[in-house]
């Protein structure tokens, strides 16, 4: 069933972790322990999967979109050095040989110093070696080369690096969200004490403990956590008690009024609502809407 819902939500989002519930009791003991194991005819099922996923317009690689950013910051310095080479009429293995020979050290500066997605300030040592290179090898009639000096490209660095860093904090906040250190386990594989009979539990109700440590780690505080299948409410009491903004809805009425009685008191939860759906109750007690007619309401 994990494998079947994670190929079709890999339609729609990008799917970045399936992570694996070991479901134990609350003395610890695995929950296939008290089956009849003479009356298996397969493996008991005694895990859940958690699919977790992402807009596929979200980073798909932070290193992708920090060097795309630092590419856009520092061009001008790099068209700079890109110019210079091509009056100067010198091939990647000219320089890469010549820059050998000057500085006595393997550094693929033809890399560093014009592309974009890799590009590195050059030192002093590396952009006097370069300004040498081009007006001993170069074309004759581009000479002198690098007529600016290196303390005024670097001050223009550093003004630019500024920018990138302000740029960068910014970008910081628009990413997904995660601090694994937030909650109990940083790895794909979970061990939470399932929860044990009682009067009114939803039948697929999650532990208190994973609800809070899945919403301190994959949001941040002031953020909205939206929950579609609000069932027993586990997740959005644990989203209004993290100081997170909570909305909720369910298809079926007594679960979303369980739900509100559950995160009664709390000032963060915004709304929790009945939604109309395959599973809607037959006589609903308040008016049934569609999901997305009542987010774009609230909006």
Known sequence: MAARVEVL????????????WVKRDAQGFHRGYGQHRPNLRAWFPETERAIVCEQYTAENSRAKADGLLKGQVFEP???????????SGLKGKAIQDGMHRLTGK?????????????????TREQYEAFRSLCDQEGDPTGRPYCSREYEELRAEYEELRAEYEELR?????????????????????????????????HPCEKPADMARDLVVQ????????????????????????????????DMQSRWA??????????????AIR???????????KRPQVDLLDWLREAQ
Request: charge should be neutral; charged fraction near 25%; glycine fraction near 10%.
């Open 9 to 20: 939500l890999g339609d729609l989002f990008n799917v970045i972790a399936s992570a694996v």
């Open 77 to 87: 310095l790099r068209q700079y050095l890109v110019g210079e080479r091509r009056r």
């Open 106 to 122: 393997r550094y693929v500066f033809e890399r560093h110093a014009f592309s974009a997605s890799q590009w590195e300030m050059p």
């Open 169 to 201: 904090a910014e970008y910081e906040e628009l990413r997904r969200p995660f601090d694994a250190e937030a909650g109990a386990y940083f790895c794909d594989t979970w061990h939470y004490v399932t929860v044990g009979a009682h009067k009114g539990k």
């Open 218 to 249: 994959c949001s941040r505080p002031g953020g909205v956590v939206l929950d579609t299948f609000c069932g027993s409410g586990a997740f959005l009491e644990a989203a209004a008690a993290a100081g997170r903004v909570a909305w909720g809805c």
């Open 257 to 270: 009024e369980a739900t509100r009685e559950r995160v009664n008191g709390y000032a963060n939860v915004v």
């Open 274 to 284: 009945k939604i109309r759906g395959p599973g809607a109750d037959a006589a609903p």
